[in-house]
């Protein structure tokens, strides 16, 4: 168990039975009156935001997740299909995906979360690459500054296209890196 000053952003802690991830932290008081911890949290099962104020000396169970390396497969409506190195299927719903939705893509690897045995959610690598299957082209003239456009990028869903905002010189077709964590645009990949 872990006093909650020692909870951190990204830490996975126990809150009435319930897993939740600690997505922002506040912090009020002096070292007279005490700390208070004020976190905004998510549920891990059910996706449901939660915020909730804590003693510094509050005590939690800090949760350590299972993962495992896996590769999209297909979606099976409502569900998305996930399969390990072992061909063993992980079928994880639409709402515990969030993000990663934006740019799952047949074939692609990526770490299913576990929690009690069961998949819940999936982590991406920190960068990927897409193509860029639609962006307005660049209009003359408009270039003072840090200008952007909006560009779509592929992914397996089609319901589900991302957009990104992309630099003016960037085009269709052209291969591009992606932040999955901020959702930015990184630079042009070039073969």
């Known amino acids: ?7 951190r952003v990204g830490n996975i802690i126990m809150v009435d ?22 976190w905004k949290m998510k549920n891990l099962l059910t ?13 939690f169970d800090v ?6 390396p896996v590769t999209y497969s297909y979606f099976a409506d409502p569900l998305y299909v996930f399969m390990d190195a072992d061909y063993e299927q992980y079928e994880i719903e639409e709402e515990n995906l969030g993000d990663a939705l934006n740019y799952l893509k047949d074939g692609m690897e990526c770490e299913a979360v576990f929690y009690d045995g069961k998949a819940i959610s999936v982590e991406l ?3 990927i690459q897409r193509q860029i299957i639609y962006s307005e082209p660049a209009v003359k003239g408009n270039t003072s500054g840090n200008v952007t456009k909006e560009a779509k990028i592929e992914n397996a869903i089609e319901s589900k296209q991302f957009t990104i905002q992309v630099p003016l010189f960037v085009s269709q077709d052209d291969v591009v890196e992606i932040d999955t964590r901020t959702n930015e645009f990184k630079k042009v990949v070039r073969n």
Do not use: C, H, Q
Request: charged share 30%; glycine share 6%; hydrophobic share 35%.
């Open 125 to 127: 690598p920190t960068t």
């Open 63 to 68: 949760v350590v997740l299972d993962k495992k």
């Open 17 to 38: 039975a319930k897993p939740f991830i600690v997505l922002r932290s506040d912090v009020n008081g002096s070292s007279r009156t005490g700390f208070t911890y004020k």
């Open 47 to 59: 996706n449901a935001p939660f915020e909730s104020v804590f003693r510094g000396d509050d005590k």
């Open 1 to 7: 168990m872990k006093p909650a000053k020692e909870i």
